[in-house]
């Protein structure tokens, strides 16, 4: 039987590694075979019931592997080729996508959630994503398990960018989780001297600090905002980012930046999340209070070139499990084990 393995999203809670038919290469489509797929928190968010996916689809947006099929009037895309993707199948029509913002695609659709993802032995590309241009060749020097993590080094790159930090410039992380560690390889990449990360989890943060982190909270023991203006010369950071879904949150984040800065809610929340806030620290500081998510395709074109100098990136992954075990990977990331979870087929 053509068949392969697969990881099968059937409802909140409810997920089963399964053997399903292996998909082939129609007109303009191609074929990928997965080397490594990432867990995101969003993974989990849709486990958990946070956030919607399509029952019975293949999770899995943060993945890389090689071409191994191509449908007729396939350009540019070798058979072979090592890829990863920008899992946004966007509309190209919306004023968003004109703007060049597919990530805000009013009518976007996205791998591993309405259309089947990487956490499978294989993954079929749609002629629409094809033709995006958003099946993304690999440098030769950058490997698979790496590459598997463009897609949220892309959206830490567009939360930075949006922020507007600068060389010599400080951060503020909560959540020194897999995404608070890759705002911090970021930052320092970019030549931000100040990194400030917080977390209620010791061992996440003993792991921020030898990654070179200049300063570290926990909130259980310590007074956030005096941790943030002891570090910063008592002015606040340049950018503060929400990387957790706890609302409450947001507070710390307004008080620990400075005058003028920048607050980004990167995480995502739990549906109708809220929480109380003085209006008066955004209202005196000018502060600027927004949010990303994902990021327009250009910042993955240059992520996969990125990767190769960050020489710290791969610290980033700390287990693996077999694809026939990723309903445990899921427990593992649940769990708050390590950070990022790759799954292997
Ligand atoms: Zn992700
Ligand atoms: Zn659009």
Known sequence: MDTMKALIFHSPGRIAVEEVPRPHAGPGEIVIKTVAA???????????????????????????????EKGAGVED??????????????????EFC?????????????????????????????????DQGHVIKLPDDVPFELASLTE???????????????????????????????????????????????????ARLEHAKALGATAVVNPKRQDVTEVVMQATGGKGADAAILSVGNPDAITQCLKATRKQGFVNLFGGFPPNSATNLDPNL??????????????????????????????????????????SQADKAYESRLALEGLKILVIP
């Not at 990303?292 to 020489?311: E, F, K, S």
């Open 98 to 130: 004109i703007k060049g913002k597919r990530n805000r695609c009013v009518h976007r659709l996205t791998l591993g959630y309405d259309e089947n993802g990487g956490m499978a032995e294989y993954v079929l590309v749609s002629a629409g994503l094809v």
């Open 282 to 323: 955004i209202h005196y500081n000018e502060l600027f209070v927004t949010g990303t998510q994902n990021a327009p395709t250009d910042y993955y074109l240059r992520m996969v070139h990125i990767l190769r100098t960050l020489p710290k990136a791969e610290r980033v992954i700390t287990h693996r499990f077999p694809l």
């Open 152 to 202: 949220p080094f892309s959206c830490t790159l567009h939360s930075m960018e949006v922020c507007q930090v600068r060389p010599g410039g400080s951060i503020f992380v909560i959540g020194a989780g897999p995404m608070g560690i890759m705002h911090l390889l970021l930052a320092q990449a970019m030549g931000l001297t100040i990194t400030i990360l917080s977390d209620f989890v010791d």
């Open 38 to 68: 990432s867990i995101c928190a969003s993974d989990l968010r849709v486990y958990r019931g946070e956030k919607y996916a399509k029952p019975g689809v293949i999770p899995g947006h943060e993945f890389a592997g090689t071409v191994v």
């Open 77 to 94: 895309i070798a058979l072979g080729d090592r890829v990863t993707l920008c899992p946004v199948w966007a509309c190209d029509r919306c």
